[in-house]
């Protein structure tokens, strides 16, 4: 049976922040609120939990996962950024994207994109979100709460906690947040590839839908 916090989308309350991290790194699994819709989040090196996303999600081993950061000087541990790269990321985070970058030895290789030894990043807008990240001290893996089946990302954290109290640790209602994924651009190569249009805009990046 998952644990229910209704933490305040804008001021979040620092006391449930501290309970829900300590759930992290007890190896829990989460729900959790992002500026573009509820997502699913572990500690980086819980394999357990991990595969608990995959099984929920129905994922196959070529899904690119996320890490959520803080801040960019998180993200630079654990992707190869260059200076180009760098400008574009300090320009678009944080914010609605999801950027597929190469990743770094800190990354776990059971996260890396099989073949192209990339991973997505992204730095959440969200005050929830920043502040479990900031008590974490550490990226967190991340996932869309997108089931099976379904066409947009679960919504509603009541409607959650029904559908997966069996399966998760804790639901954290943090309000609304929209059922728009993030918009995803591929820079492990340098020019920016749109993988998928979502809720980030393109001029930024100057590309077209």
Same mark, same amino acid.
């Given at each position: 049976?998952?644990?229910?916090?209704?933490?305040?989308?804008?001021t979040p309350q620092p006391r449930l922040i501290k309970q829900a991290v300590e759930i992290i790194r007890k190896g829990g699994l989460i729900?959790?609120?992002t500026?573009?819709? %509820? =997502?699913?989040?572990c500690a980086l090196d819980n394999k357990d939990a991990l595969e608990r996303i995959?099984?929920?999600?129905?994922?196959?081993?070529?899904h690119h996962f996320t890490l959520a950061c803080h801040d960019l000087s998180q993200l630079g541990? %654990? =992707?190869r950024v260059d200076n180009r790269t760098y400008r574009l990321l300090k320009s678009a985070t944080p914010g609605n994207y999801t950027f597929i970058l190469l990743a770094t030895k800190e990354v776990p290789r059971r996260v890396w994109h099989p073949?192209?030894?990339?991973?997505?990043?992204?730095?959440p807008d969200?005050?929830?979100a920043l502040a479990l990240l900031e008590e974490l001290g550490e990226p967190m893996l991340s996932s869309s709460l997108l089931l099976p089946g379904e066409d947009d990302p679960m919504s509603d954290a009541w409607d959650i906690r029904d559908r997966l109290e069996h399966d998760v640790d804790l639901v954290i209602e943090?309000?609304?947040?929209?059922v728009e994924p993030t918009t995803v651009i591929d820079l492990s190569e340098g020019a920016p590839v749109l993988m998928r249009a979502g809720k980030g805009p393109l001029a930024p990046f100057g590309l077209d839908a």
């Amino acid at each position: 049976m998952s644990q229910f916090f209704s933490i305040h989308a804008e001021t979040p309350q620092p006391r449930l922040i501290k309970q829900a991290v300590e759930i992290i790194r007890k190896g829990g699994l989460i729900v959790y609120p992002t500026d573009s819709c %509820y =997502a699913l989040g572990c500690a980086l090196d819980n394999k357990d939990a991990l595969e608990r996303i995959r099984r929920i999600r129905q994922l196959s081993d070529k899904h690119h996962f996320t890490l959520a950061c803080h801040d960019l000087s998180q993200l630079g541990n %654990y =992707a190869r950024v260059d200076n180009r790269t760098y400008r574009l990321l300090k320009s678009a985070t944080p914010g609605n994207y999801t950027f597929i970058l190469l990743a770094t030895k800190e990354v776990p290789r059971r996260v890396w994109h099989p073949k192209k030894q990339t991973i997505g990043l992204r730095v959440p807008d969200h005050p929830v979100a920043l502040a479990l990240l900031e008590e974490l001290g550490e990226p967190m893996l991340s996932s869309s709460l997108l089931l099976p089946g379904e066409d947009d990302p679960m919504s509603d954290a009541w409607d959650i906690r029904d559908r997966l109290e069996h399966d998760v640790d804790l639901v954290i209602e943090g309000g609304y947040c929209g059922v728009e994924p993030t918009t995803v651009i591929d820079l492990s190569e340098g020019a920016p590839v749109l993988m998928r249009a979502g809720k980030g805009p393109l001029a930024p990046f100057g590309l077209d839908a």
